[in-house]
């Protein structure tokens, strides 16, 4: 494909990449003490106002939970401790208030999960399997396919109208938790949910934005591979990765051949991938985001490297369009239709699963340029900033947990030795959670 526009990316060499490792995490931990000065105990910090915020009439500590493992596998021990102290003496389930099971489980059970894989902490198992048991309600539809929201209290479920990514995503940490806890009701369920939304999909795999889980009749037939999808797709292929699901593989085959067919789109000699009716196959728009941005990585991890880099390097695109990717793009123009940057994981997470498929040191390289723009327009005196606009690079009052389970995560292992992380042993939840098979003791 033609990189003509594209300016050269300086190599990293081994020493600099040492060092850009270290000054991530010296970054993480610059966050993590804005977290703990500022808001202890609660969800998350709003870095520029510093006062906490939490999701909720009660904090799930969801901060903690996500950043436990990256603060573990970073060697940060004294940060991770303390949030292992506070999550295993304070975060409790048992709370008479209605919450989205799709955050809860891939940030609060995946996270659990990881975080006792690599502490063997058995009072973080405990939690998880509390968590599972209160989420159970949301399967109760005719078709299987969950409800969005349950009271962890009582087990009464809401939300009828769900998307893929909200009733595919829950494999992995379901499943886990079955193979952990010796369960195989958290496993079926989840299972089930997958295969009901893949049964709906078109004759070529794929799958519409909104869907009634009482009639699993589609409310929206938009299909493209952003937010409300897209860890539909990248769960379908893991659950064959984590667990050997041969079902799984079989429709991951099905639905990707159909996602490149129908939403794959050359311009300019770049590949991107748009919207299309799910029914039809006709292109609905022209756009592609920081949420699309995942891809790169799940086609390397499904072995379609040739298709990964070329669209990794379309995403290096969107980056420079304002020296930091945009929330959304119209890739025909070249526009920007929604400017804000929440300091999403996803191009960097592309750039690791590259970097580790093919040794090129472009991937790192990559990875620099986005950490200097992230640090350069993103760091506060108590943490990191969203951005409202990144053409302006006004700062938002936000810093979402994912920050700390993804963002740092990838960038550390993007720039670390391979050690830091044995890749081929796990697979990680769509929030950057690492699981592991054999499930360990």
């Known amino acids: 494909m033609s990189q003509a526009a594209t300016p050269a990316l300086r190599p990293v060499s081994t020493t600099e990449s040492a060092a850009l490792a270290q000054r991530v995490k010296d970054e993480m931990r610059h966050a993590w003490q804005g977290y703990k000065q500022y808001a202890w105990g609660h969800d998350a910090l709003s870095p ?25 596998i970073m060697g940060l021990k004294t940060e991770a401790d303390e949030a292992r102290e506070l999550i295993a003496t304070q975060l409790s389930f048992d709370q008479d208030m209605e919450v989205q099971n799709f955050e809860i489980t891939i940030r609060l059970l995946g996270g659990l999960i990881s975080a006792y894989q690599l502490t063997g902490d058995d009072r973080l198992l405990a939690k998880a399997d509390d968590l599972g048991r209160r989420l159970l309600p949301v399967f109760e539809s005719p078709t299987g396919l969950p409800y969005t929201h349950v009271n962890l209290r009582t087990g009464k479920v809401s939300g009828k109208v769900s998307n893929p990514a909200e009733t595919g ?80 593989k079989a429709m991951w085959d099905h639905s990707i051949a159909g996602v490149n067919k129908s939403l794959a789109d050359k311009r300019d000699g770049a590949l991107w991938y748009g919207h299309a009716d799910m029914n039809t196959g006709r292109r609905t728009a022209t756009q592609y985001g920081a949420l699309d941005a995942f891809m790169p990585a799940l086609l390397a991890l499904g072995g379609d490297v040739p298709r990964a880099t070329a669209l990794q390097e379309s995403g290096l695109r969107m980056w420079r369009v304002a020296g930091v990717e945009p929330e959304a793009l119209d890739y025909a123009r070249m526009k920007i239709t929604s400017p804000g940057y929440a300091l999403r994981p996803e191009i960097i997470e592309s750039a690791y699963y590259l970097n580790h498929y093919t040794g090129d040191a472009r991937y790192r390289a990559m990875g620099r340029e986005f950490f200097e723009a992230f640090v350069r327009y993103c760091r506060t005196d108590a943490g990191y900033a969203a951005l409202k606009d990144v053409r302006t690079k006004v700062q938002e009052d936000s810093m979402e947990s994912f920050v700390f389970a993804e963002t740092f995560k990838y960038f550390y292992l993007l720039f670390a030795p391979k050690e830091a992380l044995d890749f081929d042993a796990v697979t990680f939840n769509t929030e950057a959670h690492p699981l592991r098979l054999p499930a360990a003791h």
């Not at 897209?230 to 699901?245: I, T, V």
């Open 48 to 72: 520029l106002s510093k006062k906490p915020r939490d999701w909720y009439a009660h904090s799930l500590l969801m901060t903690p939970v996500d950043a436990l493992d990256t603060l573990v």
């Open 169 to 248: 995503t829950l494999v992995l940490e379901f499943g886990m938790l079955s193979k952990l806890t010796g369960k195989p009701v958290y496993f079926d369920k989840a299972k089930r949910a997958l295969v009901e939304t893949y049964q709906r999909a078109s004759k070529d795999g794929l799958v519409g934005s909104a869907i009634d889980v009482e009639t699993g009749k589609w409310v929206n037939t938009d299909a493209h591979i952003g937010g409300g999808i897209d860890s539909y797709y990248e769960y379908l292929y893991k659950c064959y990765r984590l667990f050997g699901d041969a079902e799984c």
